[in-house]
């Protein structure tokens, strides 16, 4: 492990564009929970009623009530951990570029890193689907507790910007994630375990454009084989050492 960090921060050091791509492992160390896998929250929530954007058009209540118990208490109790600022010391350092982030709990945003791409949109900014008025988590939380589902003042219906299943990622996220890749020489894969297409296909994308590839995951993942360093570790463990 200490020979992996040293030669992860030589790279560091002789990089000033370094793209960092996060992913559910990254915030599970802030006590959010995973989606996917054991214990997920899809295991005891089928995501095709929960989380499905055709479902929701039918019936949204099921979505705005997983919200209320499962969402909301988790989301907002949720602080930034190690990784988090670890990240916002990089970016300060001038070697951060971008964060790609496949979370939706705003966490980076709330560290204090500003360049953040969110590919599946953020659990926090919730908007009126006929007039598009912004509202906060809180102001939702509070429209829950009487009415659900949580309409605007308007009488539009409120939806997450997440990206639930059967939407398209937004395009704009997705293309900016795509030049980032391209014009990096440092990809960080930081808690994520790959296997989300096409996210997972931006650490090729770079290392196809020149970049050197690290990847950062408890488990192996299926682009290991083409990494130049692979650490099986805490994420805020090791960008801690790093820093
Ligand atoms: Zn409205």
Redesign the pocket.
Request: charged content about 30%; hydrophobic content about 10%; aromatic content about 0%.
């Given at each position: 492990m200490d020979k992996l960090i040293s030669k992860l921060k030589k790279f560091v050091s002789v990089s000033d564009q370094i793209v960092a791509f996060t992913g559910a492992g990254f915030s599970a160390e802030s006590g959010i929970s995973t989606f996917r896998g054991a214990g997920g929250l899809w295991s005891k929530y089928d995501p095709s009623i929960y989380a499905d954007i055709n479902y929701f058009n039918q019936d949204p209540t099921y979505y705005w009530n997983f919200f209320k118990d499962e969402r909301y208490p988790v989301i907002k109790k949720a602080k930034p951990n190690d990784g988090h600022y670890a990240l916002v010391k990089l970016e300060k350092r001038g070697k951060i570029f971008r964060i790609i982030t496949q979370n939706i709990d705003g966490l980076h945003q709330l560290a204090g890193s500003s360049n953040v791409i969110e590919l599946h949109g953020n659990t926090r900014n919730i908007f009126?689907?006929?007039?598009?008025?912004k509202y906060s988590l809180d102001e939702v939380y509070t429209i829950l507790k009487k009415e659900l589902p949580p309409?605007?003042?308007?009488?539009?219906l409120?939806k997450p910007s997440t990206v639930l299943f059967g939407e398209p990622l937004p395009q704009v996220a997705l293309d900016m994630a795509n030049i980032s890749a391209r014009n990096c020489d440092l990809f960080l894969v930081l808690g994520s375990s790959l296997v989300v297409y096409p996210a997972a296909s931006f650490p090729e994308i770079a290392k196809n454009n020149g970049a050197k590839l690290v990847i950062v995951n408890i488990d192996p993942t299926p682009l290991d084989d083409i990494a130049d360093i692979v650490i099986n570790e805490s994420t805020s463990k090791v960008l801690s050492e790093l820093i």
């Open positions: 009126c689907r006929k007039c598009n008025k309409r605007c003042s308007c009488g539009g409120l």
